[in-house]
């Protein structure tokens, strides 16, 4: 039996000659791999639809296994994403992100929107480096490991200045900055981004301007705090890195604030 979905291709591998085997993100099911016959020849009509990162209408069937692509049609190709160098590194990494933090078949509608939305986002030219990190946020109660933002982690007070712990997983008020000698420093700007990003409806999110000082907080906690508690190891992220390095050589004011 054929199933109508609405998926994101994650990732393709080559099988055989001609054959792709495709992982979807479906908003129904959740991750599933099909076998799309014939998909690597360009003249196919499945070659458009298996791209990495193609967002479109699926029709398969499930299988325990690997199902099988019967067609597809594109909402969107994701195409701006590829085209660009960075906005590719950036998608790749939210993706494999994504990938390796859930399994076949278990459905998350939720996790399919946050997905597809930040796509969407990155393909029209919102700023990468701030749309990874809200994504890097919204994951952290997918994975299980969310951080306490809303009051101080060890006494629970909501006034005052706070810093970041990763140990406490969570902020630090001045008061309990002292239990962890390696705290991370916070400006104002940074714990106000760090809950916001955390409980916007992504949906909603206007345009957001962000100094470099506090992109660099920000990262510096959220890079600390996926290295203790995600146990992921993610090709994208070291590549991303990679690009950050050149894309600083590139543009060698890009550290300056505005
Ligand atoms: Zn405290």
Redesign the pocket.
């Known amino acids: 039996m054929f199933e109508k979905c609405e998926a994101i291709v994650m990732r393709t591998i080559d099988y055989g000659e001609t054959n792709k085997i495709v992982t979807l993100f479906t908003r129904e099911w959740g991750k599933v791999a099909v076998m799309a016959r014939g998909a690597k020849k360009p003249s196919s009509r499945l070659s458009a639809v298996t791209q990495p990162l193609a967002y479109g209408h699926y029709l398969i069937r499930r299988s325990r296994g690997v199902g099988v692509l019967h067609q597809g049609e594109l909402i969107d190709s994701m195409r701006a994403l590829r085209a660009d160098l960075f906005a590719a590194a950036y998608a790749a990494y939210i993706v494999e992100l994504t990938d390796k933090s859930t399994e076949e078949q278990k459905r998350n509608p939720y996790l399919f929107e946050l997905l597809r939305q930040t796509l969407q986002y990155m393909s029209e030219g919102r700023d990468l480096e701030i749309m990874a990190l809200i994504y890097e946020m919204k994951m952290l109660p997918v994975l299980g490991i969310p951080p306490v933002l809303d009051?101080?982690?060890?006494?629970?007070?909501t006034e005052?200045s706070v810093s970041f712990s990763v140990k406490e997983a969570g902020f630090?008020?001045?008061?309990?900055?002292e239990?962890d000698p390696h705290r991370m420093p916070l400006s104002p700007a940074s714990a106000r981004l760090l809950r916001l990003f955390f409980h916007i409806d992504l949906a909603r999110l206007g345009a957001i301007s962000v100094k470099e000082t506090t992109k660099a907080e920000l990262k510096a906690v959220l890079s600390a705090y996926y290295d203790e508690y995600a146990g992921l190891s993610l090709k994208a992220k070291r590549f991303l890195q990679q690009m950050s390095v050149l894309k600083d050589t590139l543009a060698p004011d890009s550290g300056q604030d505005a």
Do not use: K, M, P, T
Not at 172 to 177: A, G, N, T
């Open positions: 009051r101080c982690a060890r006494c629970g007070a005052g630090l008020c001045h008061r309990c900055e239990a």
